[in-house]
């Protein structure tokens, strides 16, 4: 099959080896994919990551031992669990200790004409989602979990830092929860989709951080971001975390201490809860679009989704 592949450097493979399915693997044939930070971050080295990449993805069904889902059209949860460990057990199988993960740990991903998940890890999509949205169920999936790990009741002054692909679903999603957010970012074509969305924006070089916010969502995707987190909220405030990224420069964490700032990690979110605001047409995702482009141009795809205030860039499959 054809896929795009990362083995040290990124390249196109017009005859990689077929998937094999295991026990339980539905086998799926991809029509879209979307480009994220990660999959950029994986070939600076995040992860080690050898092997297929993309983990966003919508596709139908080619084969599967749950017959119900064969033709469906589909989306997939990337970490593929063991069920037994300790943390699944305990009910945080998206920690599972035994866990691949799609595309980004010991598992081959959705930049190619097939892949293969457990049938567990599968959504069917009502017809009201069409494929454009589809390829974001994941990362809005992954915006929602800010919603699962802080409590927003009474904060009134919630950043989300960066207006990049993940900043601008975050601040959707905090947004329809009632949330009086406001996007910071350096990219004007950006901040006038936050006025389009009623959502409060300022450019960066505006800011004058003043330890004052509550909440700071770093969805910036780089250490500095974070430097300037640490800076914008208030002493007790907490910052979630968004971005990954595989090396930076030397933090300076004092001001965690100084401040005694609450920092959360956030990753993977609920997919059900994703499938939903784009079903009621609640998150706007189309305007995140920069481009269609197909899987064999895949690596000027991955350049053009690494340059500067580029949002959203789809592989398309045929
Ligand atoms: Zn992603
Ligand atoms: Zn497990």
New binding site residues.
């Given amino acids: 099959m054809r896929a795009l592949t990362f083995d040290q450097s990124l390249s196109f493979q017009p005859r990689y080896r077929d998937p094999q399915p295991g026990d339980g693997d539905t086998l799926i044939k991809v029509r879209q994919a979307g480009i994220c930070a990660t999959d950029l971050e994986i070939t600076k080295g995040y992860m080690g990551f050898r092997g297929v990449l993309g983990h966003e993805f919508v596709g139908e069904v080619a084969s599967s031992p749950d017959k119900a889902l064969v033709g469906q059209r589909v989306v997939g949860e990337i970490n593929v669990?063991?069920?037994?460990?300790d943390?699944?057990v305990a009910g945080l199988?998206s920690h599972?200790?035994?866990?691949s993960v799609l595309g980004i740990l010991n598992r081959d991903g959705a930049f190619a004409e097939y892949v293969r998940l457990p049938s567990l890890n599968l959504h069917a999509l009502p017809k009201t989602i069409d494929d454009d949205q589809a390829v974001f169920v994941e990362p809005l999936a992954a915006a929602f979990q800010v919603l699962k790990q802080i409590q927003l009741d009474g904060r009134k002054w919630v950043t989300v830092l960066g207006d990049g692909r993940l900043g601008l679903l975050v601040a959707q999603v905090l947004r329809n929860a009632g949330c009086p957010v406001r996007v910071i970012g350096k990219h004007a074509d950006k901040l006038a989709l936050c006025e389009k969305w009623q959502i409060r924006s300022r450019p960066l070089a505006d800011i004058n951080p003043r330890h004052d916010q509550d909440v700071v969502v770093d969805c910036t995707g780089s250490a500095s971001g974070f430097e300037l987190a640490m800076q914008m909220v208030r002493p007790r405030g907490t910052i979630v975390l968004k971005s990954t990224f595989a090396a930076g420069k030397p933090l300076n964490l004092a001001p965690l201490v100084i401040d005694e700032i609450q920092v959360i990690g956030s990753r993977c979110g609920p997919f059900r809860e994703a499938i939903r605001a784009l079903a009621e047409k609640q998150v706007d995702v189309v305007s995140l679009i920069h481009r269609r482009m197909k899987l064999e141009q895949g690596v000027e795809a991955m350049d053009l989704a690494g340059r500067p205030g580029v949002l959203k860039v789809i592989l398309t499959i045929d």
């Avoid at 669990?81 to 460990?85: A, H, L, S, T």
């Fill in positions: 669990v063991c069920g037994r460990c943390l699944c199988s599972c200790r035994n866990r």
